[in-house]
């Protein structure tokens, strides 16, 4: 059996079930965001980074163009359903962590499962939000301290939630041999079946 390159109908299904797991997650990951933000000097932004790491995840899982890009995608779409609000900027700014994700795995030529290659990935990801967010405009009332606070911040978060932390979920679920025909498969991985 030679490896399939493209997605296929379990690939897809795994990924948006990734992504809809995480979307739930999201959604009440928005109560520790809003628990921490009157602490001031942006501490919230601590956390920021679980909203990167359904790409990030999935992409470890299956390791194939265009996994990320539907994850985060699934686990916004699916935020909305959860929150039972439909919004559309949620789903902007999912299209486009997705879409920074997936570059990076390009630049990897979809090979890498590396901490590095997380790491890179969530960084991205969080990098994204920065013209998002001056886009829909709340960060033009802000002084230039106050922005490099928050997005440093935002990016050390994105670098260990949607980086590390995700490496560490794509680990355990590797020792558990639960992920092993998933994703890319070559002969060797049916062997003994």
């Not at 059996?1 to 739930?24: E, H, N, P, S, Y």
């Not at 956390?47 to 686990?75: D, H, N, Q, S």
């Not at 960060?139 to 670098?159: I, K, M, P, Q």
Request: aromatic share 10%; net charge neutral; glycine share 8%.
């Amino acid at each position: 059996m030679t490896q399939r390159r493209g997605l296929t109908l379990t690939d897809v299904l795994i990924t948006v079930v990734i992504g809809l797991v995480f979307a739930v997650i999201y959604s009440v990951w928005g109560a520790v965001y809003t628990a921490l933000q009157p602490l001031g000097l942006h501490l919230n932004e601590l956390v920021y980074g679980m909203w990167f790491i359904a790409a990030v995840v999935a992409y470890l899982i299956i390791r194939k163009p265009g996994v990320a890009l539907l994850a985060e995608f699934a686990a916004g779409a699916g935020e909305t359903i959860v929150l039972l609000q439909f919004d559309t900027v949620l789903i902007v700014y999912a299209l486009l962590q997705g879409l920074a994700c997936e570059v990076i795995f390009l630049l990897v030529k979809y090979q890498s499962a590396s901490m590095l290659t997380a790491v890179t990935a969530g960084v991205a990801a969080g990098l994204i939000t920065i013209p998002i967010d001056w886009y829909y405009g709340y960060l033009g009332h802000l002084e230039t301290w106050n922005v490099v606070l928050l997005f440093s911040l935002r990016l050390l978060s994105a670098a260990l939630i949607a980086g590390v932390l995700a490496h560490l979920i794509y680990q355990a679920l590797s020792k558990t041999g639960v992920i092993k025909l998933v994703g890319r498969r070559s002969d060797k991985d049916y062997e003994g079946l």
